[in-house]
């Protein structure tokens, strides 16, 4: 049997529960009482649904059913008392223990002088480790402390009793002739006093452990912050509440940038911020007490503030002051910092970014030097000077460096004077440049040359250019104007084209299209035959229809239309 109990042993046990201590980190329950702490994970006999959790195999044996996709889970009843609604249970152990026995319902408090914190997140987790190994389905915990509901557990498969409240619930559902009790048959696994001991004290000591790391890290940041060497050598990230990462600093330049921009897009990574340059602040101050006071302000401001330690601990303190938590966190050494805002710059050390950056050099510029195994800027000093002393150049500079050693390289191969190459190279090039502007004014001249003929041949096809205007006093404003109606009665009109075998009706919304809209007017290019027919609807511009002689400019015709006159003209 799981456990049987009467009314008197039930009061004996709320006894002993009374009068137990809480350990700190082992038990004080004596053996022989250590199973009235044990959670008992049953088959929940009441449960309604059709689809029954449980079914039976060929030989009897208890399974899932392959129909079920979800556990349900009740825990309700190591859910406190006052955590929840007033429910009959507590009437009921009014009536038959006394209002004084209630307390047997604060579980959370009874299993804290058994020395298990937790019980509630501790055996649901329990309880869905065990479950998990019968079959891989979703679970549903059904009664959290935020609820505050009534027990219902019609609805549940499986239900998580204490095994010292388990009788006692039994002699609840004894009232009603349609619940049906608990019987041995319904368990399906006990966690014990024991395996939940041990759980909760390693829970306990993780919790130590981890309160006592990050003291320590306090301690190393502190240590560090006093140290004005030290201090340099390292950045730290100040978590202030904002869960939305929005990083802020100081305005450092020289090394100083490198270093917090590093540490920036080291953070930049993990949160994988969206829409956001990965290298950028929410906001930048010129001094920590700026920072501070704008933060004491709006907290929100920042979310995660990155400096040496020595501010980062004058900026917790002080906000602490001001009731205003904060954390400590990553402390990054300078190197790891550099070596990731080297990388966003596109190189593998920040040594290599700070020559190249020294020299103002692009990447492909380094890479040269590199092949050369220059990559420092003594190095590159060295070979500047050789240079000028040789004559080979008056101007230093990375362009007259690298041809240097390109011509020192080839003058070795060829056993000559540096100054010799760098002669030959520079006639070679001239004749070379020579060469190719040649051919570029000649592909030029051809290039115009083709030009003008395709304009020749052009204005054969067209010898005739239609300039169409709409506006007053002879100036023109919009084509469209004089062929959209205007006022509430006014109607639209059309442009009427053939040019050649091509036809087209414009309508109003689409006239500019029919050529190209100068400060002239509509220009459009006409064949020998053409036809032009167009009709004004504007109450207050002239519509003009000129056409012009395309060799000559001259004007051939010119008619113009107020409101509603139309201009027709064929060739």
């Not at 002088?113 to 549903?140: K, Q, R």
């Not at 060497?229 to 869960?243: A, P, R």
């Not at 041809?403 to 056993?415: E, M, P, Q, T, V």
Request: net charge positive; proline share 2%; glycine share 4%.
């Amino acid at each position: 049997m799981i456990f049987t109990i009467n009314k008197s042993k039930f009061k004996l046990i709320l006894l002993l529960i009374i009068f137990m201590v809480s350990p700190p980190s082992f038990s004080q329950v004596e053996d022989k009482d250590k199973h009235l702490y044990d959670l008992l994970i049953l088959s929940n006999p009441n449960q309604k649904d059709k689809a029954k959790l449980f079914t039976e195999d060929i030989d009897g044996n208890r399974i899932v059913s392959s129909k079920r996709k979800v556990i349900n889970i009740d825990t309700c009843s190591m859910v406190d008392k006052s955590q929840r609604k007033y429910s009959e249970i507590f009437s009921f152990i009014e009536e038959k223990f006394g209002k004084d026995n209630l307390f047997a319902l604060d579980v959370t408090n009874v299993y804290v002088d058994a020395g298990i914190n937790n019980i509630l997140s501790l055996g649901t987790e329990e309880t869905s480790n065990f479950l998990s190994t019968l079959a891989g389905l979703d679970m549903i915990v059904n009664c959290v402390k935020t609820r505050k509901s009534s027990f219902s557990w019609s609805q549940n498969d499986i239900v998580v009793i204490p095994r010292y409240l388990y009788e006692t619930f039994n002699m609840w559902f004894d009232k009603y002739s349609n619940v049906v009790p608990f019987t041995d048959s319904d368990l399906l696994h006990i966690i014990s006093y024991d395996s939940l001991l041990k759980t909760s004290n390693a829970i306990k000591q993780k919790e130590i452990d981890k309160k006592n790391k990050y003291n320590n890290f306090i301690s190393k940041i502190r240590n560090i912050s006093q140290d004005k060497v030290k201090n340099n050598e390292y950045t730290v990230g100040l978590s202030i509440g904002n869960k939305k990462y929005k990083p802020c600093t100081l305005s450092y330049g020289g090394d100083d940038g490198p270093r917090v921009i590093g540490h920036n897009l080291i953070m930049s990574d993990q949160y994988k911020r969206k829409n956001v340059k990965p290298h950028q602040f929410s906001n930048v101050y010129k001094t920590i007490n700026d920072a501070f006071l704008a933060i004491k302000d709006k907290p929100d401001l920042c979310s995660y503030f990155i400096d040496y330690p020595e501010n980062i601990v004058k900026l917790h303190d002080a906000l602490k002051k001001n009731n205003i938590s904060s954390t400590y966190k990553h402390l990054k050494p300078i190197e790891n910092s550099l070596k990731r805002f080297a990388i966003y710059q596109g190189y593998d050390r920040y040594a290599d970014y700070y020559f190249a950056d020294s020299i103002g050099i692009n990447k492909t510029q380094f890479k040269r030097l590199l092949s050369e195994k220059i990559s420092t800027l003594e190095k590159y000093r060295e070979i500047e000077s050789k240079m000028l002393k040789s004559e080979y150049s008056t101007e230093s500079g990375i362009n007259n460096v690298l041809s240097y050693l390109n011509d020192r390289k080839i003058a070795r191969s060829k056993g000559i004077d540096i100054l010799k190459q760098r002669d030959f190279r520079l006639a070679e090039e001239k004749k070379q440049k020579e060469i190719s502007d040649a051919k570029k004014a000649k592909e030029a001249a051809e290039a115009r040359k083709r030009r003008k003929e395709q304009a020749a041949r052009y204005a054969k096809e067209h010898p005739y250019k239609a300039v169409i205007s709409c506006g007053m006093n002879g100036n023109h404003l919009n084509i469209m104007a004089c062929f959209v109606g205007a006022g509430r009665y006014g109607a639209d009109t059309q442009l009427e084209i053939t040019n050649g075998s091509f036809y087209k009706l414009y309508p109003s919304h689409n006239v500019s299209r029919a050529g190209r809209e100068t400060r002239e007017g509509l220009v459009i290019d006409l064949k020998s035959n053409f036809q032009i027919k167009a009709q004004n609807s504007a109450d207050n511009l002239i519509l003009s229809v000129k056409i012009y002689d395309r060799l000559t400019n001259k004007l051939l015709f010119n008619k113009s239309a107020a409101k509603y006159g139309p201009i027709y003209i064929k060739n």
